[in-house]
């Protein structure tokens, strides 16, 4: 997939005027692409439609206007868009109750082997966890990952004659979600770019 150049984003005046409808328009793309696993965590597959919207956001949000500053947003947001054969993903753990996030968190700590989609019965995809979002004794409540096909699993993954999974099977936390197949021809797309 095609990595954001500067040419992609719009000046900040240019996207205030359009961010409304924009804005609304991303939030049903990515319901459509948040993948549910179990009650507490969630994938949200990341491609440079959703990457556009977050550094639009970021530069708003931080009235960034300076060249270097905004190749430097995009530079960093870059490395969430999927590389060929791959998708990519936020990983969202969801803890409800603030007085207790510390606590939840850790519960969840060796969560990077526990991650994976599984293609019927013959592929299994582990995720690729980001470091630098987690130590020994602390977790971050959201992680980067991707999911690296081999050309079998991504040959199954399209073909679409097996079920598709989000798979989570931690000794703390097991569940798994069915990727529906709405947002199984999103991701496709995006194994195809």
């Not at 947001?77 to 606590?103: D, F, G, V």
Request: aromatic content about 8%; cysteine-free; proline content about 2%.
């Amino acid at each position: 997939m095609k990595k954001i150049v500067m040419e992609n984003l719009m000046g900040l005046g240019a996207y205030e005027k359009v961010r409304a409808q924009f804005r609304r328009e991303i939030i049903d793309y990515k319901n459509r692409r948040r993948l549910p696993i179990g009650e507490r965590v969630s994938l949200l597959f990341e491609n440079r439609k959703t990457v556009i919207f977050q550094i639009q956001e970021m530069l708003r949000t931080e009235r960034i206007t300076d060249l270097d500053k905004i190749r430097e947003e995009v530079e960093t947001y870059n490395t969430l868009i999927p590389e060929a054969n791959e998708l990519s993903a936020t990983l969202m753990l969801e803890i409800e109750q603030q007085e207790k996030i510390r606590e939840e968190l850790l519960k969840f700590m060796g969560i990077d082997e526990a991650v994976f989609l599984k293609i019927g019965e013959g592929h299994t995809i582990h995720a690729v966890f980001e470091e630098g979002h987690s130590k020994e004794d602390k977790i971050s409540a959201i992680q980067y990952v991707r999911f690296r096909f081999t050309p079998q699993a991504r040959e199954a993954f399209v073909a679409g004659r097996e079920e598709a999974w989000g798979v989570i099977d931690h000794p703390n936390y097991r569940a798994r979600a069915k990727i529906w197949d709405a947002m199984r021809q999103s991701l496709i797309q995006d194994l195809m770019e």
